[in-house]
């Protein structure tokens, strides 16, 4: 590597390094910035619209496989070139029979026909070069099998320099072992300054080229390619990182608006109003969804006739409590005796869940799988509640309203009696 080399990839790292660090602290403020809008709420609604599109499964899938395709593609266009770039900057020395070696042609003097040079017109010679073409050459043949107008290869002050022979001195007095060749690019109007011997040749041209890729060859083989290949590297692995975070944070902001369904209850018809949270929460759920579920309790019931069942079991002994009364609102039922409160049934999705009125300490360690609603202040005197999904559940929840019965020393009728 030369001085200039040298130099020249002190500086691209120094500017690598600066870059990166930028890059890196851009990259930490925008994540923050916008994990802190995914926990405030802004983007809640974008968040709604991903979720449906997700649940398209193929839709989803067939995107993901697109992306997925893309990435592949553009890494593997990447490693094409980087390691092309590699075995030409190894290669481009290394001769074997038939065997092509490419190079990139970094000059001009062979991109076009200099007016003066009129042998090319004469005879024909159209296969000029141009800058950052990518040329294939092969190993230099005999010296007697050399002749005129041949693209050939030559060293010259640690250079390569591709030139046509325009001109071949047999040995004479002043040069009595050696040929002496003339050579010339197509665009200059002059001999080179020095003859060169078969010595200094190291390839001969045939017409095999790929225009212009020479230039993404060289960027791949400068020390700004080396570097700009690691930042690509970094990116790579950053960015999974980065997405992984971001996924989960906005994981738990849609199980957060997702929930907000289940914890609003609709106001009890002239008993009970919604607190001004309640209220927020369940007008901030309906916009995000686009509408509201209209239907009543009855109307849900009716579509569900397994539910339907173990509701009306539910109902049938909290209704036979002496001096049950029952508060129907729109979408739940409540069941209290006098000021006592009993349990209140709603249906969500497809499922009863009886809130009951039952201290959830007292129930920690038994066989019962409830959810402590104590800190809800809509459900504080409802604080257990029980999913009946099966008719385990159903037994289980049957026995906790007995247990609310004995606690409270209620009394239940034949019929329903109050």
């Given at each position: 590597m030369t001085q200039y080399e040298v130099y020249v990839f002190i500086l691209c790292l120094i500017v690598f390094i600066l870059l990166t660090t930028l890059s890196i602290v851009c990259i930490t403020l925008i994540t923050k910035m916008y994990l802190r809008l995914v926990r405030g709420g802004l983007e809640d609604e974008k968040l709604i619209k991903e979720h449906k599109k997700f649940l398209q499964r193929s839709c989803s899938k067939f995107s993901k496989a697109v992306d997925i395709a893309i990435a592949v593609f553009l890494c593997a266009i990447l490693i094409f070139m980087f390691s092309g770039s590699i075995y030409i900057n190894c290669t481009q020395n290394v001769y074997f029979d038939n065997v092509p070696t490419y190079r990139v042609v970094k000059t001009g003097s062979m991109a076009k026909k200099n007016k003066k040079n009129t042998y090319l017109v004469e005879n024909g010679l159209d296969n000029q070069i141009q800058t950052f073409d990518l040329i294939a050459t092969y190993k230099i043949p005999k010296e007697e099998d050399l002749k005129l107008y041949d693209i050939v290869v030559y060293e010259y002050d640690d250079m390569l320099i591709v030139h046509r022979i325009v001109g071949i001195e047999e040995p004479n007095e002043k040069h009595p072992n050696e040929r002496y060749f003339l050579l010339q690019g197509d665009a200059v109007d002059a001999p080179d300054r020095f003859p060169v011997l078969y010595s200094q040749m190291r390839g001969i041209y045939r017409g095999e080229k790929i225009p212009f890729v020479g230039s993404f060859v060289l960027f791949m083989q400068s020390p700004a390619g080396w570097l700009c290949i690691l930042l690509v590297a970094i990116t790579v692995f950053a960015t999974p990182v980065l997405e992984k975070k971001i996924a989960k944070e906005k994981g738990r902001r849609l199980a957060i608006i997702l929930s907000v369904e289940e914890e609003v209850v609709t106001a009890e018809e002239n008993t009970e109003k919604l607190d001004d949270e309640s209220v927020f929460a369940r007008q901030s759920f309906d916009k995000l969804k686009g509408k509201k579920d209209e239907r009543t309790l009855e109307e849900k019931l009716l579509e569900l006739p397994e539910t339907?069942?173990?509701?009306?079991?539910?109902?049938?002994?909290?209704?036979?409590?002496?001096?049950?009364?029952?508060?129907?609102?729109?979408?739940?039922?409540?069941?209290?005796?006098?000021?006592?409160?009993?349990?209140?049934?709603?249906?969500?999705?497809?499922?009863?869940?009886?809130?009951?009125?039952?201290?959830?300490?007292?129930?920690?360690?038994?066989?019962?799988?409830?959810?402590?609603?104590?800190?809800?202040?809509?459900?504080?005197?409802?604080?257990?509640?029980?999913?009946?999904?099966?008719?385990?559940?159903?037994?289980?929840t049957k026995e906790l309203i007995d247990r609310i019965i004995k606690e409270n020393q209620l009394l239940v009728g034949d019929n329903g009696e109050k």
């Open positions: 339907k069942a173990r509701y009306d079991e539910v109902s049938a002994l909290l209704s036979s409590i002496v001096g049950a009364r029952v508060i129907e609102a729109k979408k739940y039922r409540t069941f209290k005796v006098k000021n006592t409160p009993v349990a209140r049934l709603v249906v969500r999705g497809k499922t009863l869940n009886v809130y009951l009125a039952i201290s959830p300490e007292s129930l920690a360690g038994s066989k019962y799988k409830f959810t402590d609603h104590s800190n809800s202040s809509k459900f504080k005197n409802y604080p257990t509640r029980v999913k009946v999904t099966s008719d385990r559940q159903l037994k289980w």
